[in-house]
């Protein structure tokens, strides 16, 4: 074998050395290039396949997210817009119930008013009917004691006392 010393230090002392050296290293570039490169290759494309995978469930997800939130904002102006409705429909149901009590209360009001005045009417009228018969009876009396005979005649009693409050109705009509 020849010597290769004065080379430098990286070559070796023989150069069966370097072929041993390389016929090694062509061994082992095979069985990486065969066997090992392949198997990070696999777990590379699986890494991929895995994370592109994951990538698009999150671009579904977040499609899916974004149409949910659509429908949401949907479903939620839909709802204002009902809720808006309701509390008009409820104002106006409000302004014709209000409408319809004020309506009965003005009946009833009227209703009462009318039995008062009826009422009122019918107690004057008694009133005036008892005072007619009080007054004539003492208009009667006094008379009688004035002129000095008894005025028993009820009928000519009763037409004097009749013409009497008659005059005076007529005298308080005109003082009006």
């Not at 005979?149 to 000519?156: K, N, V």
Request: glycine content about 6%.
């Amino acid at each position: 074998m020849l010597p290769l010393e004065g080379l430098g230090p990286l070559l070796p002392e023989h150069l069966s050395e370097l072929f041993v050296g390389i016929a090694l290293f062509a061994i082992i570039w095979f069985v990486a290039a065969k066997k090992i490169v392949p198997m990070f290759e696999k777990t590379y494309a699986e890494r991929t396949a895995a994370i592109s995978g994951g990538l698009e469930k999150a671009e579904s997800a977040q499609r899916e997210a974004a149409a949910a939130l659509e429908e949401y904002k949907t479903q939620l102006a839909g709802a204002r817009a009902e809720a808006a409705k309701i509390r008009d429909d409820a104002r106006a149901q409000a302004a014709e119930i209000a409408a319809e009590i004020k309506q009965q209360a003005a009946a009833e009001s009227a209703r009462m008013v009318e039995t008062a005045k009826a009422q009122l009417e019918a107690e004057r009228t008694a009133v005036v009917r008892s005072l007619r018969t009080e007054i004539g009876g003492l208009a009667t009396e006094l008379a009688g004691k004035i002129v000095g005979e008894s005025l028993a005649d009820d009928e000519r009693s009763r037409r004097s006392v009749e013409r009497f409050l008659d005059e005076l109705e007529a005298q308080t009509a005109a003082a009006k």
